[in-house]
């Protein structure tokens, strides 16, 4: 009991806290350049980015009391305010996390990684390979990295159970610790890959937009895929130096797979539908930008086509309040970082930054933006919080040191990705594997952090190269 | 087996049907007057309703595919398309939406009820007008008949078996089936009470603002109090004389009452935050004309405070898909409606319709458009998808033919939750009442129907005439 209200008062302190220095930064007098909207907008965002990492309140209730103060504090009008919720991005984020749902009822996801661990599972490293290969193929319609742990996570954990390898027994390292391990540090990879893998992704295309840099599925998949997939074949391995599984052959695997297989018997109707619709899906995705065609509805047509065959219902449709609880979060946090730059907070304090590093080479500011960027995220529980408080202005800073426009955007975008695994809390995926048991915290600070580095080395090196030849 | 092939293959063939008559009505000739986007978006949307109306799918699946073609047939812009989801008067809905959510939980929703029964329940007609009056009470925060009547259904139920009548048994006519009637009847009547009261009553105040006529808070109470109240003593005591219980006195409902009162004890902690944050926002709401409060931003504001107490969680969200369903399909469909408008088609439409009645005084057209509004609810399921199917058009003719714009825009939207127990299915809250088996459906075309006659009535003549004095 005391300790329960200990906790309740504590908490109480902390958002007290909080609003004791939103209401300081409110009231510090203005910035020489910037309109007094800009600050107060500023002193509301920081305030709700603040409050989340601290912890004094998740981030939806962060962002409507945002929203709302804003607008009751005629920072923003209402019309501004509720803005976001107009983008047609959002809702093929939106949408897609319902065709996501389509690909796990309909049994097609799980099917895709046993027949990827059939044919690659012989080994405990050809094993952590499959698993993250299906995860790849399955991401483009899947706008979530904790979704697609939902799907992965039961399969690497009856992938490690049924290899002997437990938590209770202290035999986690024989071979689960490793796989959780890797299918973690997979999606860091799977969701740099394609637009869609994010949910960050498309709305920092659209920010980037504001800033007259224009990214569409094509670009990103062209830049994206030489380093991402080179980091495909180097991280299990080095993983597997670094963290190795006590075994090194897995012919359960095989056996799991094949059982299972084997129970879904041939391709359902309802997995050739899905098949079919996500493939259609994937490729007029492609080909949007080049035939005009608008991504949102074709999402929408991808759903309906799922409801048509009843593979996803209006039923299903109640328990998707958390797709609701994102749109309205991500909305209002995108709006507000849409009206820092529009309102010249963005430039202002991005020109103070350029100034400072104005003697710099262009490429010794992207390499420290990127740097800069990537560590930060020690900082930040979300992704997409920090893609929104800081995109814009490492963006703006980047463009007025004249780093070529599409280079930076694309790299701060695949950064926020890949640097996903830097701390146990830095993806709401990684939550799944360490709740596990198989991965103790301190691992992912070691074990991540060089992931982590490895990721932003190749990025930075061949990522790079390839992305100046190619744009 | 063969009869739920047959089900499905009937199906098939009527959603065939549905896509011939869309396509007949999309190569037709364009009628001269109309730009091209202006006839294929009417095409699309008319396409929609037919949809819905013959029960070919459901709204949410019709809305999503028509928006989807409007796009990506350039009938609409993206951003044209999603506009809808910007608005902010939506949001007001969704979060109310989750605010009763609260009501419910925190207990303060029964304990009114049985509050007011406790104080007028010794009759059988004592008790059908606590009933409405609870509900009435009640409405502002719930822009929902259906989430309400989820709130009266129980307690209704409650109390007509224990007083002994039962569907089972054949005393349904005992108490029961009056009390269903009475409280689906005064459904209609705090639907029509409240500007927020109803989900098509805000989106209905949009749609006029883009004819020109502005519906506050404020107008729209001091319009409607007049003419609901006087129905409110009136509904319950004609459906006594035409539809009567078969006992009188009902002393049980008040020891019914008294029992839960006894039960819940004192007002709880969250039921005292819980009234201060409905009180308080139905008093921001009424003063927001007035000094430029933004409805929405107070909606936020308080699920926030039902967030920090406690009384909804980010588990309630979870289950809220309903609200997201919601959100979709009737942002759509606003937005098709808006853009039928702004592409010229209701003005053209109107505009022939006027031509035809431009011989009848402005009362003549009035009183023609409101009784063809509140009967052609007989074709359609939902009151929304009436609403923003017709109301531009008729709102159209009314200007035109000089019937005052405030008159007119309220009467429509009052006739929109008026009408809703002409049918079984013309509200989503008949069905729950129906479902019980207290009441049979043939009987409701009849009540019902006199029950429609009587607000219909009542609102063409005092209504009309107290709004005459008011406006």
């Not at 509301?44 to 603040?50: D, H, L, S």
Request: aromatic share 14%; hydrophobic share 55%; charged share 10%.
């Amino acid at each position: 009991m005391s300790s329960s209200f200990q906790g309740v008062s504590n908490l109480v302190y902390l958002r007290f806290g909080v609003i004791v220095f939103g209401l300081l930064v409110w009231f510090s007098p203005v910035p020489q350049g910037l309109s007094v909207e800009a600050w107060h907008l500023f002193a509301i965002f920081i305030t709700a980015i603040v409050a989340v990492i601290v912890n004094a309140v998740p981030i939806f209730l962060s962002a409507i009391l945002a929203l709302s103060v804003s607008i009751l504090t005629n920072t923003l009008t209402a019309k501004e305010g509720f803005s976001g919720f107009g983008e047609d991005w959002i809702f093929l984020i939106i949408i897609a996390f319902l065709i996501a749902r389509g690909v796990i009822k309909s049994g097609l996801g799980k099917r895709i990684a046993f027949l990827i661990i059939k044919r690659f599972g012989k080994t405990s490293l050809g094993l952590a390979y499959s698993v993250i290969a299906a995860d790849m193929f399955i991401a483009p319609a899947f706008p979530s990295n904790t979704a697609r742990s939902g799907v992965l996570y039961p399969i690497v954990n009856a992938l490690a159970t049924d290899s002997n390898s437990k938590v209770e027994d202290g035999t986690r390292k024989r071979i689960g610790s490793f796989l959780m391990m890797c299918s973690m540090a997979g999606l860091t990879l799977s969701s740099t890959l394609w637009l869609t893998a994010m949910a960050a992704n498309p709305a920092g295309a659209a920010i980037a937009q504001e800033f007259g840099v224009t990214i569409t599925y094509q670009t990103w998949i062209m830049a994206s895929c030489v380093p991402t997939i080179t980091l495909f074949f180097l991280i299990p391995w080095i993983i597997y130096k670094v963290y190795p599984p006590e075994i090194k052959e897995t012919p359960e695997a095989i056996e799991i797979a094949n059982t299972a297989l084997a129970k879904m018997g041939k391709l359902s109707k309802n997995e050739w539908i899905m098949s079919i619709t996500f493939i259609s899906m994937v490729a007029l995705w492609i080909m949007s930008s080049s035939f005009g065609i608008n991504k949102s509805a074709v999402a929408l047509l991808g759903l309906a086509v799922l409801m048509l065959s009843n593979i996803f219902t209006l039923e299903d449709m109640k328990n998707e309040g958390g797709a609701l609880e994102t749109l309205i979060w991500f909305a209002i946090l995108y709006t507000m970082s849409v009206y820092l730059n529009k309102f010249g907070f963005m430039g202002w304090l991005g020109g103070h930054i350029a100034y400072a590093v104005s003697d710099l080479s262009w490429l010794a500011v992207y390499v420290s933006l990127v740097l800069a960027y990537v560590f930060i995220h020690y900082f930040f529980v979300s992704q997409t919080a920090q893609m929104l408080a800081l995109y814009g202005v490492f963006l703006e800073v980047g463009l007025t040191a004249n780093v070529p426009g599409e280079l930076i955007a694309l790299m701060l975008l695949f950064a926020t990705n890949f640097n996903a695994i830097i701390t146990p809390q830095g993806s709401s995926a990684n939550v799944i594997y360490i709740g596990s048991g198989y991965i103790k915290p301190g691992e992912v600070y070691k074990i991540g952090g060089i992931v982590t580095i490895v990721n932003t080395f190749v990025f930075l090196t061949l990522g790079t190269a390839w992305m100046m030849f190619i744009l």
